[in-house]
């Protein structure tokens, strides 16, 4: 179906954009899809911090903190609260980080590039629900996922595996092989050490191929074996904190994966096995469902997913390929919004709607927990779920119109409710929701009642 | 609404009882042929009953929740993992001469002693590729494979009790968990603000989302929640402040203090959600998540991470337990996770993803009995695939015997519509009284 440019101008910016600032959507009208492929580029996302601090940097405070806690408790110390202490920590860091991102996105001029960013932090999640990776999503996100949107998938991948946030989110750093020199000389000490095969799982489950694609337990196993080795430095090693290939660690040996054999090789040997999971024919498909569902709708349409898996496989997963794919696309411009915001889409395009950057993270991160996306704390490896029926609970529409008043109240000032709503939606805006913006008692509910329209909750 | 209005509805159930009277005389030479516990059910007795389905994310270790320690292999399987023995430091808890409960189940384990606390400890879901996704979604959507079906067996299950909106349910988070997603419209609530000043907007906003699928209805439900919340909160406040400080800390005794903070808010939402069920007109059935049991590493034993998150459960369970009254004689909770662990301790202390796992029954309409389900035991040639405690017991046969002898489910609905193509699977007899 052909659309105006008034519409496509719109849909660009709020559907595969974050939402638009005053002036975005005027800004798209001549060419839409040219604006967002404008956004692609080789070097990757935009980081939320210059000069941030490195996962190495927090992963060396955090083991510096436990070998403190250690010694206070061993002085008997009881005032050292370690609870209290990592919460400080979490809080700050974490904060700091969070804040950053929201501000990026809140700011930027590049919403596509931003939002194809976030889908791919998303994909590779590390979630701050765990202790020992509580101040390194921000990092982790900045230094393996940023800077390789727009390359190789592959590049990506082993990004992701190989940084010390994912080995210690999915426990690969402390797994050993079972005939490894490290497991005999632990044997002799009488101490049981040995496999952890979360991350092989999860890489093959849900990063790469998908679990559908037909591997058995012992696909996990000989993967977990492979990557053996895949560690972290101490903090008395060199480059504490990074990674490192623990070759006593590494089970010897040749593997046999999904049918190939990998003969033995060291650190190459996971590497090897990752290159062959990303030219997959169902990494391609898992993928391409995953972006179809993630921008256009969580029930994708068929074709776009025909679409976006032949641009992976035609260019051995060049992604930024597949996004411009994706913006060529006329299932990507369907004129019917089917996505529902999750609350992190949903406060992001209120602040661009409202030109507001958000200053205050001790303000935003009650508001992400009662909303259900708590602040880089994803509940499981799989990511934030994408589906309406999950953000649309009655409690969290509940939330949101509580907090749309609240920030209305703050940001409206002197504006028009109904030029913010032309600017933000475009055309997009439904004479309804015009119409009852215009009739609002005062400016602080035309503004909520802008935020809560059924056509801004989606996009 | 104000608590007049609310307290104006709940005349209503009187009334609709009163009918019931009558229309039963009239119904009398039926009701001969039904039975007495039939009769009681077309009366409005399922109109008293509760049900709580609480889910545990991640898999939760039925060896560590309910470990068998009696089992001669359970020791040496679990190395520095294993829960210590009936009577030693930081044991556990003692059921029969092979399960006890963890040392942090405390309050769980005294509604045992009494009969009101029952473990299954070889349940599974019919999903055996150990995905935690996967795994959710057939223990949540009930269907025999993966993906078969959009919406929830709960949901489906309020479906076949009657019209909608006869039995109310409620899930307590800010998102809605599959379990509870379906056709059948069903409230959620979380602690937290409620709506800001402006009384006009939820009215403008109403007209809005009038022809609007998704947000009209949300919007509806979520403001007569908000209604109800008031009332629950206000409840639970009042019956705190009645109760001493050692009562309000109590459960996770074998803990560190440190660790324990998080549990008298644990204790507290488990009291709320049974002010939301024992309102006039409140919910019957509540769908629950909680998680955080994806033990890789470092899992702990008495003391440690898991004990942490089962002492997080034992103190909602003891919450809901009082906040419920008498209504706990009406009420069945169950847990249960989307798969155990596996039997033997990893290379990194922890457990990795498994098969069978332990749930829990709870509740004061529990019939006494000892395990529901058999122990197939841990001898390495039971263990499933060398690896797992090896499953006894369909989980959606536990959860058909539930909803057929306690919310009076049809079997026929039960083996078709709550759990499509589970006609081979027969309802757990014997779990409620």
New interface residues.
């Given amino acids: 179906m052909a659309i105006d440019r008034d519409l496509k101008s719109a849909i660009a910016v709020t559907r595969l954009g974050l939402g638009a600032k005053d002036g975005e959507i005027a800004a798209a009208h001549d060419d839409p899809e040219g604006y967002l492929i404008a956004q692609i580029r080789p070097e990757g996302a935009e980081q939320p911090q210059a000069n941030a601090p490195t996962a190495a940097e927090r992963f060396n405070e955090f083991r510096a903190y436990q070998q403190e806690r250690q010694a206070a408790k061993q002085a008997g110390d009881v005032k050292t609260d370690p609870v209290k202490m990592a919460a400080r920590m979490l809080r700050d860091d974490t904060g700091v980080d969070f804040l950053a991102r929201v501000r990026l996105a809140a700011g930027t001029d590049a919403g596509f590039r931003e939002r194809w960013a976030l889908f791919w932090a998303n994909h590779f999640t590390v979630s701050a629900n765990k202790l020992v990776t509580a101040t390194v999503v921000g990092p982790f996100e900045q230094e393996a996922i940023r800077p390789h949107v727009f390359g190789r998938f592959e590049d990506l991948l082993v990004a992701s595996s190989s940084h010390p946030a994912m080995l210690l989110y999915l426990d690969q750093a402390q797994s050993i092989g079972p005939n490894s020199i490290a497991a005999q000389f632990q044997a002799r000490t009488g101490k049981h050490v040995g496999l952890n095969e979360n991350l092989a799982r999860e890489i093959m489950e849900l990063h790469t191929v998908g679990v559908d694609a037909g591997y058995s337990q012992a696909d996990v196993t000989e993967f977990a074996r492979a990557m053996t080795g895949w560690s972290i430095s101490g903090l008395r090693e060199p480059d504490a904190g990074r990674f490192t290939f623990r070759d006593r660690a590494h089970e010897p040996g040749a593997r046999t994966i999904m049918g190939r054999r990998y003969a033995e090789g060291g650190e190459g040997q996971a590497r090897a096995v990752m290159k062959d999971l990303a030219a997959s024919p169902h990494t391609a498909h898992h993928l391409a469902v995953k972006i179809a569902r993630h921008f256009v709708a969580d029930d994708p349409p068929p074709t776009l997913v025909a679409r976006l898996q032949r641009a992976y496989v035609d260019t051995n997963g060049q992604l930024g390929a597949v996004a411009k794919t994706l913006i060529t696309s006329p299932e990507a411009w369907n004129p019917t919004a089917a996505k529902f915001k999750t609350p992190y889409e949903f406060l992001v395009s209120s602040w661009r709607a409202a030109g507001v950057l958000p200053q205050d993270i001790a303000a935003i991160a009650p508001v992400m927990n009662a909303m259900g996306q708590k602040a880089f704390s994803a509940p499981s490896p799989k990511g934030w779920p994408e589906e309406k029926e999950v953000w649309c609970a009655p409690d969290a529409v509940i939330k949101r119109m509580g907090w749309s008043e609240a920030f209305a109240a703050k940001a409206v000032g002197d504006r028009d409710p109904a030029q913010l709503a032309a600017n933000a939606l475009g055309a997009r805006l439904s004479p309804l929701v015009a119409k009852t913006i215009a009739r609002a008692e005062t400016r602080p509910e035309g503004l909520s009642i802008l935020l809560m329209s059924p056509e801004f909750q989606r996009r | 609404m104000t608590r007049e209005d609310v307290a104006c509805q709940a005349i209503s159930p009187r009334l609709s009882r009163r009918q019931a009277l009558w229309g039963g005389l009239g119904l009398g030479i039926t009701v001969q042929f039904m039975g007495a516990r039939a009769y009681a059910d077309s009366q409005g007795a399922l109109a008293q009953k509760k049900l709580v389905v609480i889910v545990c ?2 898999g939760l270790d039925g060896l560590s929740l309910s470990p068998p320690v009696g089992d001669a292999n359970y020791g040496a399987l679990r ?1 520095a993992i294993a829960i210590p023995g009936f009577g030693e430091v930081g044991g556990a808890l003692k059921l029969d001469d092979t399960f006890g409960l963890h040392p942090a189940m405390g309050a769980t384990h005294a509604l045992a002693v009494k009969g009101q606390a029952r473990i299954v400890p070889a349940v599974a879901t019919p999903d055996r ?6 795994a959710q979604d057939v223990l949540e959507s009930g269907a025999s494979v ?1 993906y078969g079906t959009s919406s929830g067996w709960l949901n489906r299950a309020l479906e076949a009790m009657g019209p909608a909106g006869k039995v109310k349910a409620i ?1 307590v ?4 968990p599959l379990i509870l ?1 379906g056709p059948i419209e069903a ?4 602690p ?7 009384p ?3 009215g ?2 109403g ?3 009038a022809h ?1 699928p ?2 009209g ?7 007569a ?2 209604a109800m919340a008031k009332i629950a909160v206000a409840d639970v406040a009042q019956s705190e402040a009645a109760m001493t400080d050692s009562q309000v800390n109590a459960g996770g005794a074998t803990l560190a203090p ?2 324990r ?1 998080g549990l008298p808010q644990a204790r507290k939402l488990g009291a709320t959600l049974a002010a939301f069920m024992t309102q006039p007109d409140g919910k019957q059935v509540a769908a629950v998540s909680i ?2 049991f ?1 033990t ?2 470092n899992q702990g034993a008495t003391q440690g991470q898991l004990a942490l998150r089962l002492a997080y459960v034992d103190a909602f369970l003891d919450g809901l337990a009082s906040g419920l009254g008498p209504s706990w004689n009406n009420t069945v909770v169950v847990l249960a996770t989307e798969f155990g662990r596996t039997a033997r ?4 202390a ?1 457990t ?2 498994g098969t069978a796992s332990t749930a829990l029954v709870l509740g004061g309409a529990l019939k006494k009995g000892g395990i529901v389900g058999d122990w197939p035991t841990l001898a390495q040639a039971r263990l499933f ?1 060398n690896r797992d405690t090896a499953p006894t017991l369909d989980m959606r046969g536990l959860f058909k015997g539930v909803l057929r002898d306690h919310m009076g489910v049809e079997r026929a609905k039960l083996d078709t519509q709550v759990f499509p193509g589970s006609a081979g699977v027969a309802p757990a007899d014997g779990v409620v009284a």
């Fill in positions: 994310r991640g190395g590729e150990r995905s935690h996704f996967e993966v899930s988070g800010p998102t809605a997603r409230a959620s609530w979380s937290g603000g409620a709506a800001g000043g402006d006009r907007l939820p403008i906003l007209d809005l989302y609007d998704l947000l209805p949300a919007l509806a439900s979520g403001m929640t908000q440190v660790l903070q998680d955080g994806d890789h590493a301790v990893n290379g990194t922890g990795d993803h695939e």
